[in-house]
Each structure stands twice: as structure tokens, then as C-alpha cells.
């Protein structure tokens, strides 16, 4: 038999419930596994930062990357180990730096979707010091009238927030022309779009994607952090559901993105998704809870088979092949199926399936164990402890015992009717 060595690194911020069940997990298939008489050990590592040589081999063929969406050394370091040492990188660094959630609004445009009606503004400020700026507002920037923008996304209320998105910074919910002002002068540097406001919508769908595997959620914003994933099972229509399964396939193979949570609202007949691009994508027990063991195994399947196929960060986009099927005279369904052929063939779905029903049958019993464990408990409780102020931990430690506890009990169920 010939022995492999793979090498996971995972790029952490504060994050402490997902890695810790993640290696656990990993620890308990045996970190190996014998494919086609192969066999491939895995080493998980948690990468520190430093001053890095451009030549120096990188030595992990796969990244999960929580941070090099805002760390700049860390997002060149993955962008040097796609060019140079063929690593793969979930996700993608030079798209999620490129693209962001603007360019995904152009491209399901271009591919036949809804989105809500939105306009991109130029930004309110610019360094007063700074010449060459001052030289081009003043010459070549056209006044123009805020309002009108407001009228052309279909009248108040608007959504005015930034062309590239994250953790709801910069959002605000603008409802009349005092508003509006002041959020645009509060936008300062930032460029801004103006999006028509979806209200009255049924249902907010998250959908969890991580390779082809999609996980849709049904969200309430209005809920304090803890509270927003709602445990409910059957809240999207089976035409809906594979809709936005599909959809959000298409967006995460189009851009290269292999772990992305993908937000629509739902309203009558019509689906808006308004936020498809969110690079380091909510995996905290304290909001995922009942969903958090889902997210770990996922993210377990998807490494490990990056690992064991040696799959490497597509740097190339095949927009063009979904482009040509954008612009063909078939009806739109037609259009859907096939930009969805592409995705899969994208994530290699057919391979991924069978890598998981061949190799990861043990892993549901395993992460079954896992969450009934001493071992998960003591992660529960050091992430409540972090999370919460001392006079809520009692509170809160019962809160996810009983949410994971159930979560145990519906999965054994399944698990028994297979
Ligand atoms: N067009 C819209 N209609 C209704 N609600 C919206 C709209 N755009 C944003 N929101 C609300 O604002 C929140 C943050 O907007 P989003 O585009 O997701 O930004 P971020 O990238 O910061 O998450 C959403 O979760 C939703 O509650
Ligand atoms: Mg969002």
C-alpha cells in the first residue's frame, strides 16, 4: 500500500467551537483513510502568522481560510500558495477580493436572475488633502440627485449599503429623504449601493453552501444573534428549495466559492437574494446551534476530499461557458439546468457523492458520538463562557445543551429510518 501525507491548515480568527469539533471529528474517523489502496494521512494544523519567504514551499494541500478576507498577509500568503505551490484554498482569495457581493449582483443578473432593483453611488468623501482627487470629483464627477436614485429602485424604503458587504456594517434601512441624507453622508468613504427594500417578505433563506453540499436555513434578522437560524424543517416549497439550491450552487462554483452563506428573501412568487458573497461564512455554535454539527460535517466531507483528489484552486473563471448558455434563445428553466450542469461539474459532484457514501459512511455515527460526548460538552461550555457575561452562562450552557441535545435526537432518528 503507498502512504500519503495531507496536510490541512486552517486560518482562525476568534473562533473556538468549529476547529475544536472539526479536528475532533477528523480524530475520530482514525485521521486517515484508505482510498483505491491508497492510504492518506491527515495532519491538521492551525497556521500562525509570519514573515514569509515567496519561495518558501508551502507545504498544505488544503486551506480553510477564516481570515484573509481582512488580513492582507494572510491573503497573499494563500494567493502565493494557489500560484506557486498548487495549494487549494477554501475559498478562493482572488475572487472574494475581486468580486464581492457587487459583481455577484452582476453576474445572476446576466444569468437571468431576480435581484431587487439596485444603482451604485459614487462615494460621499474624499481625502480633502489628497489633489489628484479633488481634481477629478470637480471635473469629472456629475452632480447628481440622491433622490431620483431612490425613485429609479421603485421609491422608499431602500436598503443603502456597501457594494461589497460583511457583517451588516454600513447597512442602513432608509425610509425617508432625512434618512437618506444621513446615510449617505454617514457612508463617507465607502462606495454604497442603493437597493430597493424587500419588505413584507414571507421567509429569509439562508443557505449554507460548502462544495455541493447546500444547507437552506430559514433566518429572522430581527432577532437578537442567538436566535435568528429558526429550527424549522419543511418551510420551502420542494420547487423552491431546489430552486435555491441551485442557485446557490451556480454562484459558488461561478466565483470559486466553497464555503459561502447565501441570503434570499422571499416574498408571493418572487425569490431576491441579496447577499451572495460572504467570504468567512457564520459557523459560531452560538448562532448556527441545532445547525452547527451540520456545518462541521459538511466541512469535514468537503476537506477531506479536496485532500484525497488533490484538488487545486481553479484560478481561471469559466464565465464564458455560462455566458454562452446566458445568451442562447431557451427558456429560462432550460438555462438554470445547465448553468447547474456546470456547477457540479464545478464541484465534481458525482465523485463527492460517491467519496462520501464510499469512504465517510462511519462519519455520521462518528459525529453522532461526538455531540452525545464528554469531549463536545467541554467545548460547549468554554464557547458559552467566552461568548456570554458569568451571570448568563448557567442560562446559556442549559440553552445549547438542550438545542445540540436535540439536534442528537432528531439526527439518531434519522439515522435509524435510513
Ligand atoms: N434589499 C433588501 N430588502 C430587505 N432587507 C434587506 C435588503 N438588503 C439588506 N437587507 C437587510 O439588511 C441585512 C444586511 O444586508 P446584507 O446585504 O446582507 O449585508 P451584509 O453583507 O453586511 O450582510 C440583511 O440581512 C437584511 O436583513
Ligand atoms: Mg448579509
Redesign the pocket.
Known amino acids: 500500500m503507498s502512504f500519503q501525507l495531507r496536510r490541512i491548515a486552517l486560518l482562525l480568527g476568534n473562533e473556538y467551537a468549529w476547529p475544536a469539533s472539526y479536528e475532533a471529528l477528523i480524530r475520530r474517523l482514525g485521521s486517515h483513510l484508505v482510498v483505491d489502496g491508497r492510504r492518506f494521512d491527515f495532519e491538521i494544523e492551525r497556521l500562525t502568522i509570519e514573515p514569509f519567504d515567496l519561495r518558501q514551499p508551502v507545504r498544505h494541500q488544503v486551506i480553510i481560510d477564516r481570515l484573509g478576507y481582512w488580513h492582507m498577509t494572510v491573503r497573499e500568503w494563500l494567493k502565493k500558495a494557489t500560484l506557486l505551490n498548487d495549494s487549494h484554498t477554501v475559498n478562493n482569495p482572488f475572487t472574494f477580493q475581486a468580486m464581492e457581493?457587487h459583481s455577484a449582483y452582476c453576474v445572476m443578473i446576466r444569468l437571468g436572475f431576480q435581484i431587487?432593483e439596485t444603482w451604485l453611488i459614487p462615494q460621499r468623501e474624499w481625502d480633502p488633502e489628497d489633489a489628484r482627487a479633488q481634481f477629478t470629483t470637480q471635473t469629472y464627477h456629475k452632480l447628481f440627485d440622491l433622490e431620483k436614485v431612490v425613485d429609479a429602485v421603485g421609491g422608499y424604503p431602500v436598503?443603502m449599503?456597501p457594494y461589497d458587504?460583511?457583517?451588516?456594517?454600513g447597512?442602513s434601512h432608509v425610509t425617508d429623504k432625512a434618512e437618506l441624507e444621513k446615510a449617505y453622508n454617514e457612508s463617507g468613504k465607502q462606495t454604497m449601493h442603493i437597493?430597493?427594500?424587500?419588505?413584507d417578505y414571507e421567509i429569509f433563506c439562508r443557505c449554507l453552501g460548502c462544495g455541493p453540499q447546500v444547507l437552506p436555513m430559514r433566518y429572522d434578522?430581527g432577532q437578537p444573534l442567538h436566535n435568528r437560524y429558526r429550527i424549522e424543517h419543511n418551510f420551502l416549497s420542494a420547487e423552491r428549495a431546489e430552486y435555491l439550491l441551485k442557485l446557490t450552487r451556480i454562484i459558488n462554483a461561478f466565483f470559486g466559492w466553497e464555503y459561502n452563506s447565501c441570503?434570499s428573501?422571499l416574498r408571493g412568487k418572487d425569490i431576491f437574494p441579496?447577499?451572495f458573497a460572504n467570504a468567512v461564512p457564520d459557523t459560531s455554535l452560538i448562532s448556527l446551534h441545532y445547525y452547527f454539527p451540520w456545518a462541521i460535517k459538511a466541512l469535514v466531507r468537503w476537506s477531506l476530499f479536496c485532500a484525497v483528489t488533490d484538488r487545486r484552486t481553479r484560478l481561471d473563471l469559466q464565465s464564458k461557458e455560462y455566458f454562452a448558455i446566458a445568451d442562447r434563445d431557451i427558456p429560462f428553466a432550460e438555462k438554470l439546468d445547465e448553468y447547474h450542469r456546470l456547477a457540479q461539474d464545478y464541484f465534481e459532484a458525482e465523485r463527492f457523492d460517491e467519496f462520501c457514501a464510499q469512504q465517510l459512511a462511519p462519519l455520521d455515527e462518528a459525529a453522532l458520538e461526538f455531540f452525545s460526548s464528554r469531549d463536545w460538552d467541554d467545548v460547549l461550555v468554554e464557547r458559552c463562557r467566552r461568548s456570554f457575561p458569568p451571570h448568563e452562562h448557567e442560562k446559556f450552557i442549559a440553552h445549547y445543551r438542550g438545542l445540540i441535545s436535540h439536534w442528537v435526537k432528531t439526527e439518531s432518528e434519522r439515522l435509524a429510518h435510513r
Open positions: 457581493k431587487p436598503f449599503k458587504g460583511g457583517g451588516w456594517r447597512v437597493q430597493q427594500g424587500v419588505t434578522p441570503e428573501l441579496i447577499d
